[in-house]
């Protein structure tokens, strides 16, 4: 844990961008070293130095390692997006999460399908001697050329196709 590692004689980085001087008891210094100084910066930005403090000062101290490391995620997501910040990259990860549910279960589909094919072909497949080919493709045969796996027939709900809203 930072909070329990020796501290250099160097400012810490929330102390050098508020140009003041780190006390040896700072509050930022175990969280925010001198050599992560973007780290900061983007907490800043987004909370402000008060409210970081505020935040860090009613946590508990075994957990103000996990509270920074959350504010400085939080603050990355803000930084990249200011209308949804983590709740955006979230529902954007379970949305490709239903797709892919969705694509597995067009595949399970498509197995399932030529397993039936296959168990109900002979050993050998018929040859039409008088198309001089096989009478059907086991492998392509036309039975997926329509839209027939939307989700609603997969039993997967995307409850996440539109962007998030705040009420």
């Given at each position: ?18 140009k ?12 925010f070293p ?6 900061f ?7 402000g ?12 101290k ?23 910040g ?11 999460m ?6 597995l279960a067009?595949?399970k589909?498509r197995?399932a399908?030529?397993?039936?094919v296959?168990?109900s072909s ?13 009478p ?19 039993g997967?709900?995307n ?9």
């Amino acid at each position: 844990m930072r909070s329990q590692e020796p501290r250099s004689t160097s400012s810490c980085s929330a102390c050098k961008l508020l140009k003041r001087r780190c006390v040896p008891n700072c509050l930022f210094a175990p969280y925010f070293p001198s050599d992560e100084p973007k780290k900061f910066v983007k907490v800043h930005k987004v909370f402000g130095a008060s409210n970081v403090s505020k935040i860090l000062n009613e946590v508990v101290k075994e957990q103000r390692e996990d509270a920074v490391n959350t504010l400085v995620f939080e603050a990355e997501a803000r930084l990249k997006d200011p209308v949804y910040g983590c709740i955006g990259e979230i529902a954007s990860l379970q949305g490709k999460m239903a797709q892919l549910q969705h694509d597995l279960a067009v595949a399970k589909a498509r197995l399932a399908h030529c397993a039936v094919v296959k168990a109900s072909s002979t050993s050998l497949l018929p040859f039409d001697d008088q198309l001089g080919m096989f009478p059907f493709n086991p492998i392509y045969d036309g039975f997926f050329d329509q839209q027939v796996f939307d989700a609603d027939q997969t039993g997967i709900i995307n409850e996440f196709s539109e962007p998030p809203y705040l009420l």
